[in-house]
């Protein structure tokens, strides 16, 4: 199955895990378990929840995470701050990162966004420098769209 492939059948799955649940621990918790175990070429998935201005850990998938991430700190808080996806090939290059794990290399974060008010973030990180592309990208904002029609 090509990735494009991959990502319409992660968008049925998910839509199909989420109907008719909205407790955001749990969904929130079974989307970073759906991406962790079909996306591939990833070490980490998941979400920290905007809370008392600053991002803090909330479900994912992967080796123990940072549990507080300041707004414009990192790859998540600069993201949510300036309320953006943000795609990075090459994390050490980054000014700010944030190193959680070691092994991370490139990272993707995406802000979730209802109603004009920041709920937190999706981040999801690569041992593979480079691995996410713009088709990551927009499927990644599909995923992000369905995620928060949920909650």
Known sequence: MNKKETYRQLQKMLTALLE???DIIANLANASALL???LEDINWAGFYLYKNDE???GPFQ???ACMHIAMGNGVCGTAAQQRRIMRIDNVHEFPTHIA???ASNSEIVLPLIKKNTLIGVLDID????QRFDELDESCLAEIA???LKSI
């Open 126 to 129: 690569s041992v593979r420098f």
């Open 100 to 102: 959680c794990d070691s």
């Open 55 to 57: 991002l803090v850990l």
């Open 20 to 22: 008719n649940e909205h």
């Open 36 to 38: 962790y175990e079909y």
């Open 62 to 64: 992967g080796k123990v």
């Open 145 to 147: 769209k369905i995620i």
